[in-house]
């Protein structure tokens, strides 16, 4: 039978606590590791999916701005071309 010496047998146990604890600290942290993997991964997602919509409603003002100007220039064509009507008596006297 081997004998430790007392003070022997009380750091022989601390170091051992001491493992256990740092494979116990290893092993939360790696858990730690994969939740922080996986939310740095939703947030990446959420960003592209953030910016995949700015560039919609971005597109879709642009096309509403475009087919308000188309509009406008549109009306305005009406206008002058009825005041061009109104103002030759809608036709008459124009030799036709």
Do not use: Y
Not at 21 to 35: H, W
Not at 86 to 91: A, D, L, Y
């Amino acid at each position: 039978m081997h004998c430790v010496p007392p003070h022997q047998q009380c750091a022989n146990l601390r170091r051992a606590g001491w493992e256990d604890l740092i494979d116990e600290a290893s092993e939360d942290l790696e858990q730690l590791e994969g939740r922080v993997r996986a939310a740095t991964q939703r947030l990446l997602e959420l960003q592209a999916q953030a910016t995949s919509a700015t560039e919609a409603v971005v597109a879709q003002e642009e096309a509403r701005a475009l087919a308000e100007q188309q509009a406008q220039h549109a009306q305005a064509v009406v206008e002058v071309g009825s005041r061009g009507w109104k103002g030759h008596g809608g036709g008459r006297g124009l030799g036709w």
